[in-house]
């Protein structure tokens, strides 16, 4: 009897649950598995909502998008502690930015604050206007997701031969809308967010860890958005998954975010993070193989 890759991993992970028909708290393990998978793949340009289609595909769980998000809300404290200076700095940036805006007269914090207020209006139109329907069509064929990897692996690809110079001052206001463009597009499972972020900023003349910090910074709004969205379903996501997992899920996601950000830095400044491409082009290879047999 022929097996696909499909079935063949969801056969072996029904037997390791070995679970009754009317399991509903999640295992501890899985949401910890979870948790890692989120802090590994937000941070390194391999799309963590791909990861999470994947996983939902082949291992036949669904977690509640909240829990999605509490493991999101993981990586956002990571950041929030990395970029502690800079927050403190836009934030304090806050009244001169509203008394020099009119005037466009914008420098340093206030101008990150202008760049970060720009993207996050596509961002947000695209979050908001992308039918649902189709999202799920993602969770439900891989080769959509597969072609998204590898669309993510070829832009990350194009971009090591741009080692722009631009830092904040430098960089064109308006430029931030593409930035907003790409990461709107990450709400396709497959398209990596810091992965297309980072690149495109850098295609567009960026400084490459400028790129990876502005990047790190859009993710915060990003963030706080969709808790905001989706916090009024605690009560039911704790009823499902169970307070342990979920908080097993969160300080996992905690923990392997902290050490995915380092390394995702390190390897920016060693000019080495087109180095994921040939991972995004295999792993979108094989979804579409797979989904075709």
Known sequence: MHLTLASLISVLLNRLLNKPDDWVIMEWWLAVL???????????PVSSSGHLAIFQYYFEEEPPILFDIILHLGSLCVIMYIMRDEVRQIAEAVPSFVAN????????N????????TASLPTAVIGFTFDVTIIGDFYSEMHLVGGCLIFTGILIWFSKDYDGSQETDDFPIKN?????????L???????RSGSTIAIARILGMNPVRAARFSFLLFIPAIIGATLLKIEDIDETIAEVGALPLALGFITSVVTSYFAVNALLELI????FHYFTPYCLILGLILIFDSLN
Request: charged share 20%.
């Open 176 to 184: 931030s809308l593409v930035i907003g463009f790409f990461q709107g």
């Open 269 to 272: 400044r060693k000019q080495k």
């Open 110 to 117: 206030e101008r990150v604050m202008a760049m970060i207020i």
């Open 186 to 192: 990450a709400i396709l499972p497959g398209i990596s």
């Open 34 to 44: 979870l948790g890692i998978l989120q802090g590994i793949t937000e941070w390194l």
């Open 101 to 108: 805006f009119r005037s466009g007269d914008l420098k340093g």
